[in-house]
């Protein structure tokens, strides 16, 4: 069990540096993400995007961009296009999101036949520090997949419990997360979705974690909301992973813990052909730093069970 970032961080095996191409990197905090992911030896970068922007940031920031290969392109989508461009043909080994929409980054990605899509659906992982939680929190999904329907939200699952196996968890514990722990398929359709996959685990056709659901999300996490109301769960009150029924629902998640909850917290696109990094545009520097070495940790051991 991981229980912090520093111990995440520590799952990168020696593997050298990987260059990093990002997307619109004229932002502040991006370049001193980079700054600290070159000093502690993960990356190289090339950054895409206005090059009199970037030299404008660095230089208000003290920072030098002498080491990182520049390409000059302001304009979003063929900056985005030229990110995915030189990461499909090997010159970078991860692809950062910059300051750019992420829905037009993930374009990008999808792009049939110039993307980085692999064989199997992409979906957001968050990951969360918390200090009122007694280890790391992995949540899915906050910022890619819309309305997931019940395919969609088992391979959301299975995305989320590699990824974490790939961190050297054994047997994840996961939370199919709604509203309440009742299964109200008519009110609230995202119950019976969770009631599904939690079986479909039981029996093996989810690998590798203990699943259950549906779970509140006081369910989810603590073990005094369970003892109050006589709720029995393997998972409830430990759970490794949340599986969020929608966007809304992780997006509120990812940001409340951010805005308000003194929460570190780092963002990564999993089933890629390569390691995505997808903070928000509005996250802090070390967001992005841990999105980095997330994306690095995860995608130097990821197996896939898709
Ligand atoms: N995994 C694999 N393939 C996918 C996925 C996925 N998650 N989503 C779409 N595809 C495929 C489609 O089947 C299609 O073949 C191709 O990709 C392109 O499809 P489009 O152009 O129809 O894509 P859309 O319109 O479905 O858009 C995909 C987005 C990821 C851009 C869209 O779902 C989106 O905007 N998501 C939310 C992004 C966002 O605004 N996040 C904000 C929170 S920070």
Redesign the pocket.
Known sequence: MVKNFKQLSAKIGKYGKKRIAVAMAQDGDILLALDAAYSAGLTDATLIGDQDELEKIAHSHHMNLNHYEIIHQREETAAIQEAVRITREGHAQVIMKGLC????F??GI???SNGL?GN????HLAIFESPNYHKLLFMSD?????APDLN?KIAITQNAIDAVQALGYRKPKVAMISAVEKVNPEAMPSTADAALISKMAERGQIKNAIVDGPLAIDNALSVRANTIKGLVTPVGGDADICIVPN?ETG?VFYKLLTILGNTLVAGVIL?ARVPVVLS?RADSENAKYLSIVAALAISSRWRSHG
Request: glycine residues 8%; proline residues 0%.
């Open positions: 929409s992420t829905a037009g993930l374009h999808l792009d049939k899509r199997r659906l992409l979906s906050a910022a890619m997949n819309i969609e966007i997006n089933g928000s």
